[in-house]
């Protein structure tokens, strides 16, 4: 079971990249995937959920200006980005939680805001 995110780079302010998370192995019962976000010397917090109801849940930080969405056909979840500013910027990790409550992690993609 992995996950892959890809998508980060050096981003201009106002800029809308998207991440993408693929994920591979076997699932058994996803409950909730996610979007968290780590700034260099800060705590990893959290940006964006949807649940299996397909519910979305965003920070007050990026609510109006992230998307969060998934494509079961292709195990794929994806942060659309848009506005960025350059408190934004970080390592962006996406997450899974199985109904069982076992949590799998990216390994996280760096974004970088900065004209």
């Known amino acids: 079971v992995q996950l892959q995110a890809s998508g980060g780079g050096l981003v201009q302010p106002g800029g809308s990249p998207e991440l993408s998370c693929a994920a591979s192995?076997?699932?058994?019962?996803?409950?909730?995937m996610g979007w968290y976000r780590q700034p260099i010397r800060k705590p990893r917090v959290q940006v964006a959920t949807?649940?299996?109801?397909?519910?979305?849940v965003y920070a007050n930080s990026v609510r109006g200006r992230f998307t969060i969405s998934r494509d079961g056909a292709k195990n794929t979840l994806y942060l659309q980005l848009r506005s960025l500013q350059p408190e934004d910027t970080g390592v962006y990790y996406c997450?899974?939680?199985?109904?069982?409550?076992?949590?799998?992690w990216g390994q996280g993609t760096q974004v970088t805001v900065s004209s």
């Open positions: 949807i649940g299996s109801s397909g519910r979305t």
């Open positions: 997450w899974h939680r199985t109904l069982g409550g076992t949590n799998y």
């Open positions: 192995g076997s699932f058994v019962g996803i409950d909730i």
